[in-house]
């Protein structure tokens, strides 16, 4: 195997490794995106993008290489010519067999190194995700506990109104009482004033026939007198 294709298989035996690490289940996507922020990442993410088209690139070229090495191997030319000569069979099929590795190494490092890239965006989205559900479920149980807070505020407002119609209807009914009792109170003051006034107007009465026999009686008196004083002068 030559140094381009011993790297090249390197290269998708660290893909593989890579791979299988990220893929493994018990580490979450948020320590994923932990180790994705370190600072050497940081360094290198403006170069990302320039290194994976490259190794694209290489990797087609060497791909396309590989495939023009089956095609030139597996052709029916080399075949006829190896049915002449059979160790030129032999080494022809060894030439065709290391052409198909290489074709299978160059076409699986693509694969691979499409597949990294995809792995790494989506254990990114999915820890953006993660950390935005659990911001969305904090603000919903935010919210939620401040409904139940609304709800035993309404509840507690509800209850104190009940308790203020209950006073309201007892002070009611106090008053009420109160009134009924103030009314007898009034229409008992009111007979009695009647009866003040009919006592009154009975004693006024009587006084006026007080009076009038008064002045009969004195009338009559000043008759007796005048009748006295007159048979007085006769009998001198």
């Not at 370190?38 to 290198?44: P, V």
């Not at 008053?175 to 109170?185: N, P």
């Not at 003051?189 to 009686?217: C, F, I, N, P, T």
Request: net charge positive; with cysteine.
């Amino acid at each position: 195997m030559t140094l381009q294709w011993t790297a090249v298989a390197f290269f998708l035996y660290t893909e593989i490794a890579v791979n299988i690490i990220l893929c493994i289940p018990f580490i979450s996507a948020q320590r994923w995106r932990l180790v994705f922020s370190w600072r050497i990442w940081n360094w290198l993410s403006p170069y990302w993008n320039k290194c994976f088209f490259t190794m694209i690139m290489v990797l087609i070229i060497l791909f396309l290489d590989a495939v023009r090495e089956v095609q030139k191997y597996s052709g029916p030319e080399p075949m006829q010519d190896a049915k002449v000569n059979p160790n030129l069979f032999d080494h022809l099929h060894m030439k065709l067999f290391r052409a198909q590795r290489n074709l299978y190494i160059s076409g699986f490092s693509i694969f691979l190194w499409i597949i990294m890239r995809r792995v790494v965006t989506l254990l990114n989205q999915v820890a953006a995700t993660l950390e935005n559900s659990a911001g969305l479920q904090a603000q919903m149980d935010g919210a939620v506990k401040a409904a139940k807070q609304h709800q035993e505020d309404n509840l507690r407002l509800k209850q104190a109104l009940l308790d203020d119609e209950k006073s309201m209807s007892a002070k009611n009914q106090q008053l009420k009482l109160e009134v009924g009792r103030l009314a007898g109170q009034l229409k008992a003051a009111e007979e009695s004033v009647h009866k003040s006034h009919a006592e009154v107007e009975a004693m006024r009465r009587q006084a006026k026939g007080l009076a009038q026999e008064y002045d009969r009686l004195l009338s009559e008196h000043h008759q007796l007198q005048n009748l006295q004083n007159a048979a007085d002068k006769k009998d001198q």
